[in-house]
């Protein structure tokens, strides 16, 4: 199954994430282990139309970015532009040692591809798991396992590094209320990740 034709149920009304499992291949994790040795702090955030992605994302880190990595997020970034019909993204490539979005959340974006480069993946609840009261100020200050916001532990669904998904964001039109909720994995001693998100561009 392609990776577009995958993702393309994300346009279903009763779908919130859509997922592509993938596996990261041995020259991409040997290429993206590379690039976190040399710029282990790295961080972008960039618009780019689909036409020149290549060429922009190649000059990332001064042009020393590893050719397959490149390529890879140019791939992406296509994907994402055919299956909305727009022009433009907004990117993020993140090298990240710690976690970003501890508890669980929506964005407020229409809609948000995430994929891990390394690293553990994005966690996420299914819609009927969420008590969606207990989001943000809701919880009353307590973490998310003791708000309520979800009943079982495993109630917990988790990506896989190099797996491509799309979740909805509350400005997704007649999701306001429903945006995908999801959180930043737990990041162990040593551990790194390289996260890439795109959204809809300006």
């Known amino acids: 199954m392609s990776v577009s034709y995958a993702l393309a149920d994300i346009h279903q009304d009763d779908v919130s994430i859509a997922i592509s499992q993938q596996t990261i291949s041995g020259r991409l994790k040997c290429a993206v282990e590379s690039f976190l040795d040399e ?28 050719t397959e990595l490149a390529g890879s997020i140019a791939l992406h970034v296509d994907t994402y ?7 433009s993204v907004r990117l993020s490539l993140t090298a990240i040692n710690h ?6 959340h929506t964005d407020r974006v229409t809609c948000r591809l ?8 994005t966690e996420w609840l299914p819609h ?14 307590l973490p998310d396992h003791l708000s309520g ?14 797996d491509i998904a799309l979740l909805k964001g509350t400005l997704w039109a007649e999701r306001e209320n429903a ?3 999801h959180r ?17 561009g300006s």
């Open 39 to 66: 710029s282990p702090n790295f961080k972008i955030i960039t618009t780019m139309s689909s036409n020149d992605a290549l060429a922009e994302v190649s000059q990332f880190a001064n042009g020393t970015i590893p």
């Open 81 to 87: 532009c055919k299956l909305f019909k727009i022009d």
């Open 99 to 104: 976690v970003m979005c501890p508890q669980f």
């Open 114 to 121: 995430i994929t891990s480069y390394c690293g553990p993946a």
């Open 128 to 141: 009927d798991a969420v008590d969606r009261s207990k989001l943000g100020l809701g919880n009353n200050g």
């Open 149 to 162: 916001l979800y009943e079982h532990d495993d109630d917990i669904q988790q990506l896989d590094c190099g």
């Open 179 to 181: 945006g995908q909720v």
């Open 184 to 200: 930043s994995p737990s990041v162990g001693p040593g551990e790194r990740r390289l996260l890439l998100t795109l959204d809809f």
